[in-house]
């Protein structure tokens, strides 16, 4: 069983358009990362969420926590083609080890 | 730039090679990592070292063997692999021990084609 599902799987939307991607679990967690993945390279982390509802900003992304904190969403606002990459959810399972989610893909065209 | 350095950034081998993945990092952290990422499965973590002493290993196969001579040097040693082990290896370095917050260095990755 998938701990972690991201939808979609694959995103692909015209430049300047708004999107949302989402990383859901039945499980409860203590923090939730995401991470962005562009072509050739390793993941960088963009944020960690820590509190039920939190959100947090940076530039056009927000990144919100569900308030449960077994979810979270990640919402481009005016997508732009540097914004191209795989968008992955990371959260610590029970043991305390981090564990990745699939995965979205997302294909920003020019 | 994270860092994190790895090298060479694509192989090619035969299954009755042997070859080793080298990784380095530069921001004196004490945690490294191995995962292998496919193509339709979620990040897999390989093996773990803490100041040098392993701590983790994920029910690895043994043609895999990771070696880690220092805090900033971490390498994973390949025998006789396999088609189905063609992946991204990638490596990644944190303060400590990856717990919920910890963030994680991760370096570009080594592209392996198993033939």
């Known amino acids: 069983t998938q701990l972690l599902e991201q939808s979609p799987q694959f995103l692909s939307i015209q430049e300047g358009e708004n999107l949302t991607v989402y990383c859901n679990s039945s499980?409860?967690?203590?923090?939730l990362q995401w991470y962005r993945q562009e072509p050739g390279e390793g993941p960088v982390l963009l944020v960690t969420v820590v509190t039920g509802g939190e959100v947090k900003k940076l530039k056009r992304l927000t990144f919100q926590f569900g308030d449960a904190r077994k979810d979270s969403s990640l919402h481009i606002t005016a997508a732009q083609p540097g914004d191209t990459g795989l968008y992955l959810c990371a959260v610590p399972n029970r043991d305390d080890k981090i564990i990745f989610g699939k995965g979205t893909r997302l294909h920003i065209l020019p | 730039e994270t860092g994190v350095t790895q090298t060479p950034r694509h192989l090619v081998m035969g299954m009755t090679n042997k070859k080793s993945l080298k990784c380095e990092q530069h921001?004196?952290?004490?945690?490294m990592y191995w995962y292998k990422q496919s193509a339709k499965k979620p990040l897999e973590l390989m093996f773990v070292?803490?100041?040098?002493?392993?701590?983790e290993n994920n029910s690895v196969p043994s043609r895999f063997s990771p070696e880690c001579p220092n805090s900033s040097h971490l390498f994973l040693h390949l025998h006789t692999l396999q088609p189905e082990d063609s992946a991204l290896y990638l490596c990644?370095?944190?303060?400590?021990?990856?717990?919920?917050?910890?963030?994680?260095?991760f370096g570009p990755g080594t592209r392996l084609l198993v033939l």
């Open positions: 499980s409860v967690f203590s923090s």
């Open positions: 921001l004196g952290h004490n945690a």
């Open positions: 070292y803490n100041f040098k002493e392993q701590t």
């Open positions: 990644a370095s944190s303060q400590d021990l990856s717990r919920s917050q910890e963030t994680q260095y």
